[in-house]
């Protein structure tokens, strides 16, 4: 059976983060979505999403299609239900939400990522299902923990090395992994070590924790409340509840709390964000759907950053900030809780961070990890220069002038 993650129509409420990603490659516990059905399943996926992003995440087509929402985690129950499906069948969640359907080679070109013209089928068991930016770390911990489950069973850890203090037994080393002089507390939740992570001397780890591949704690980084860092990304100050895509740096003294970090990203030294309102009142946060701000229903909601974002040192975001796509934020006080893709600048006020500046970065910073900064990436950057234009309000009075 050819295995397809698609996304659907709620994708637009899971931007900035989906910009530069189908649903499946968002990360949360220890893997992304689509690490955790390939491994599940024991097979590979490929991507139904939006055309500008299917020349990067390509579909396979194949004569029998399963083909499962990509804002859905997997468990055992779910699989079970989306293998029973026959050709034509859909497997409905709660809320009309669709969770999978199979189908032929020749239905594929017209799928419109619904149920329509399909026999549905309901699913009573439960399912984590992924709706918004803020579900990503406030669903962390039990996403953690599942991972945890999954990649450890029938393994055995690496040795922790005797300098490190451990309260617990739920931690897991992978090969390659290093801390020395470091603190670990895993009677509250699951830490993993991934391959070559290192943690570095004077850290303190409340679990859960998930440290992925060539990823490092700098030294004294303080980490409590379900925090995942991503391949290849560095983090350092406090940080709490938050979710680091991959490829990030959060390198010096700051607090990073209930946030979420694209890839690509970097936080200046003693960057800070807000995480609670001076009056304990619920956070709203910016929504593409809506066009304007939404409920969360949370009064803990930090920073949500789209990939290639940057921040300078001291940088301060106020509670509740959405910033976008290849933005680069500086200077003193609170810039505004919405910040638009390829914005420039800060509380004093911003420009439009031009296409060919924004390429020149990006490109500088793959290169430092050995990534080509290629003609399909900049493609997708001058898709979404182009498509974000109507949220850099600035660009429209300068025009009027």
């Not at 450890?152 to 002089?181: D, H, M, V, W």
């Not at 490109?363 to 003609?375: D, L, P, Q, T, V």
Request: charged share 20%; with cysteine; aromatic share 10%.
């Amino acid at each position: 059976m050819n295995l397809i993650l698609f996304d659907d129509k709620s994708r637009i409420h899971l931007l900035p983060l989906t910009y530069t990603r189908p649903c499946a490659d968002l990360r949360i516990g220890i893997l992304t979505i689509r690490e955790k059905w390939e491994k599940y399943l024991k097979a590979q996926t490929s991507t139904l999403t939006e055309p500008y992003l299917q020349k990067k995440f390509p579909m396979q087509k194949g004569s029998d299609n399963l083909l499962i929402n990509g804002r859905v985690l997997p468990n055992s129950t779910l699989i079970k239900g989306l293998e029973a499906l026959q050709s034509g069948q859909a497997l409905m969640g709660e809320n009309g939400i669709l969770l999978g359907v199979r189908m032929e080679q020749e239905q594929l070109d017209v799928f419109q990522s619904d149920s329509s013209g399909f026999n549905t089928v309901n699913f009573s068991g439960d399912a984590l299902i992924i709706n918004y930016p803020w579900d990503l770390f406030a669903k962390n911990a039990e996403a953690l923990e599942a991972d945890f489950d999954l990649i450890t069973a029938g393994r055995k850890s690496q040795p922790l090395s005797p300098t490190n203090t451990l309260l617990g037994n739920r931690i897991f080393l992978e090969e390659g992994a290093y801390a020395e002089c470091a603190v670990f507390n895993s009677t509250t939740g699951a830490i993993y070590l991934g391959k070559d992570s290192e943690v570095m001397e004077g850290s303190v780890v409340r679990g859960g924790l998930a440290l992925c591949e060539h990823a490092a704690l700098k030294l004294s980084t303080k980490i409590y409340g379900a925090t995942t860092v991503g391949p290849h990304s560095k983090v350092g100050g406090e940080v709490n509840n938050s979710v680091i895509t991959g490829y990030s740096n959060k390198g010096h003294d700051g607090f990073l709390g209930n946030s979420v970090l694209g890839e690509w990203c970097n936080l200046g030294a003693d960057t800070n964000n807000s995480n609670l309102k001076n009056n304990y009142a619920e956070v709203k946060l910016w929504s593409y759907a809506r066009n304007g701000f939404a409920r969360t229903g949370l009064q803990f909601c930090g920073l949500i950053m789209g990939d290639h974002s940057k921040s300078g040192i001291n940088t301060m975001f106020n509670t509740g900030t959405v910033v976008g796509v290849s933005a680069n934020i500086f200077g003193s006080g609170f810039p505004r809780n919405f910040i638009p893709s390829f914005s420039w600048g800060g509380a004093q006020g911003f420009e439009t961070f031009a296409l060919k500046k924004a390429d020149e970065v990006a490109e500088k910073m793959m290169a430092r990890r050995g990534i080509e900064y290629n003609e399909t990436e900049k493609a997708i950057l001058q898709h979404l220069f182009e498509t974000s234009s109507e949220y850099r309000i600035w660009e429209k009075e300068n025009a009027l002038n």
